[in-house]
């Protein structure tokens, strides 16, 4: 007698969501992937925990048990509901441009420091 059926599934965090924002959130594409596990026949979407990281990177090291990470919030929700305008989000863009080039800038310095390092 099998009492737990077999099911099958993903593991993806929220945050490797494609976003215009840098970073997936709580959205539209969230909701579409559940779309896309379900047409796939998928049945469990399993995540990292979605607490506030603070200056952490790690989804483990929480500044609280209780509190969800604001960077998951939903931007594009946001704006839907009336709590944002589009124009308020520009800025945002821009940042994430620049931040974007100083990131491809320091993955070229770092392969050019690889390459001058000592073989033996």
Same mark, same amino acid.
């Given at each position: 007698?099998? &009492?737990?059926?077999?099911?099958? @599934?993903?593991?993806? =965090? /929220? *945050?490797?969501?494609? +976003?215009?924002? @840098?970073?997936? #959130? ?5 909701? =579409?992937?559940? #779309?896309?596990?379900?047409?796939? @026949?998928? +049945? !469990?979407?399993? &995540?990292?925990? $979605?607490? #506030? ?8 090291? *929480?500044?609280? *048990? ?6 998951? &919030?939903?931007? #594009? @929700? ?11 989000? %520009?800025?945002?863009?821009?940042? $994430?441009?620049?931040?974007? *080039? ?7 310095? /770092? %392969?050019? !420091? ?7």
């Amino acid at each position: 007698m099998n &009492i737990l059926p077999r099911e099958s @599934g993903v593991l993806l =965090h /929220i *945050t490797s969501l494609p +976003s215009p924002y @840098g970073l997936g #959130d709580i959205g539209p594409e969230a909701f =579409h992937f559940v #779309d896309v596990l379900h047409e796939m @026949g998928q +049945s !469990l979407w399993q &995540i990292l925990p $979605l607490s #506030d990281t603070g200056s952490s990177i790690c989804p483990y090291i *929480t500044v609280s *048990t209780f509190a969800n990470n604001p960077l998951l &919030i939903s931007l #594009d @929700g946001l704006i839907d509901e009336g709590y944002l305008q589009k124009d308020d989000l %520009k800025k945002y863009r821009a940042f $994430l441009q620049i931040r974007l *080039t100083i990131k491809k800038s320091m993955m070229i310095d /770092i %392969k050019y !420091l690889i390459q001058l390092a000592p073989t033996s």
